[in-house]
């Protein structure tokens, strides 16, 4: 399977963006596709995730009440709708598919493939 991220751009804080993750290939053996970040000098934090069987969903506190994930099967596609954006949003954001169970939801480590990351500005 591969993935592809898109949807990236530069927004005044207080905006909104919409991020999609296409997946290419079947996602049947795999889980849940979540949604990470990446900052200048920080280390990969993991912030949204849906299970591909029941679109459980799961957040970061850190975005928990601005960020929304939904998918469309028939698309094979992921969003990510950002609202309220903040400066300490600004990152290159990154999809990945894999297997996590429910305690390693957020963790890089679970997830198998990887889409390419597309930026985020946020500027104040």
């Known amino acids: 399977v591969q993935l592809q991220a898109y949807g990236g751009g530069s927004v005044q804080a207080g905006g909104s963006l919409r991020l999609s993750c296409v997946a290419s290939g079947s996602t049947l053996d795999y889980d849940a596709i979540g949604w990470f970040r990446q900052a200048p000098g920080k280390e990969r934090e993991g912030i949204s995730s849906?299970?591909?069987?029941?679109?459980?969903?799961y957040y970061a506190d850190s975005v928990k009440g601005r960020f929304t994930i939904s998918r469309d099967s028939a698309k094979n596609t992921v969003y990510l709708q950002m609202n309220s954006l903040k400066s300490e949003d600004t990152a290159v954001y990154y999809c990945a598919v894999g297997r996590p169970i429910t305690s390693m939801i957020m963790r890089s480590s679970a997830y198998y493939y990887w889409g390419q990351g597309t930026e985020v500005t946020v500027s104040s």
């Open positions: 849906i299970s591909l069987s029941d679109d459980d969903t």
